[in-house]
């Protein structure tokens, strides 16, 4: 029974193709996230989904776009890909509640040649 | 504004041995802090959390933390460490209507030596 899936769990690509990493939480949550991990392993927000209405939109290029088609569910598309594209992304997923742990998922490792 | 500052990227200590984790944070409201573990590989996992209640948290794992509001500090410990402890450890800070976000600390490795 996984909490929050992600698939897929590596992806290899030329720079300028655009790829999507998808996101599913049966956990019942409202509200989704994506997360950014370096090289150096520091973690960043991008963006956060309530309901599948975005409410954080951080400093993130316009060649990430999120999409929500339901609250279980949050992919993370990205045209143009560029070699500092490269990193860890992390989905999450958490009740309403700011003080409610987020749940992550596995990670999607992508990597840009 | 929100940040943490994990002191020691890497930490290594003996099995057996205190570990201590060191995290600082700044917030402008009451801050909910939260600490992750990340094995190599892998996701998050939730250690345990402080969200205004006691001062000393008690997590997964025999890890525990104590909130000090004077110092601004969050440090995790545990009394005796084991090999499966070694991993990245991450210091979170949210609050103030951020509709949830995250601030992480740039994480300590931890490293156990038999």
């Known amino acids: 029974d996984t909490a929050v899936s992600q698939t897929p769990k590596y992806l290899v690509t030329q720079m300028g193709n655009d790829k999507s990493i998808k996101c599913e939480q049966n956990?019942?949550?409202?509200?989704m996230y994506w997360y950014k991990q370096d090289s150096k392993k520091f973690l960043k927000i991008m963006f956060s989904y309530n309901n599948k209405e975005l409410i954080i939109n951080e400093t993130v290029p316009n060649r990430f776009s999120p999409k929500s088609p339901d609250k279980a569910h949050l992919n993370l598309h990205i045209n143009s890909l560029e070699l500092g594209d490269s990193a860890v992304y992390f989905c999450?997923?958490?009740?309403?509640?700011?003080?409610?742990?987020?749940?992550f998922g596995p990670g999607t490792r992508l990597t840009v040649l | 504004a929100q940040s943490v500052t994990q002191l020691g990227s890497h930490v290594s200590v003996s099995e057996g041995a205190l570990v201590l984790l060191r995290c600082n944070y700044s917030?402008?409201?009451?801050?909910?802090l939260f600490w992750y573990v990340q094995y190599p590989n892998q996701g998050l996992q939730l250690l345990l959390k402080y969200t205004s209640a006691a001062t000393l948290v008690k997590g997964i794992n025999g890890f525990e933390a104590e909130f000090k509001k004077s110092e601004t500090s969050f440090h995790l410990t545990k009394p005796s460490a084991h090999m499966s402890d070694a991993a990245e450890y991450f210091c979170a800070v949210s609050g103030g209507n951020q509709g949830g976000k995250l601030i992480f600390g740039q994480g300590t490795e931890l490293s156990v030596k038999p």
């Open positions: 917030s402008s409201v009451p801050p909910y």
């Open positions: 956990l019942g949550h409202d509200t």
């Open positions: 999450a997923s958490s009740p309403l509640a700011e003080l409610n742990e987020q749940f």
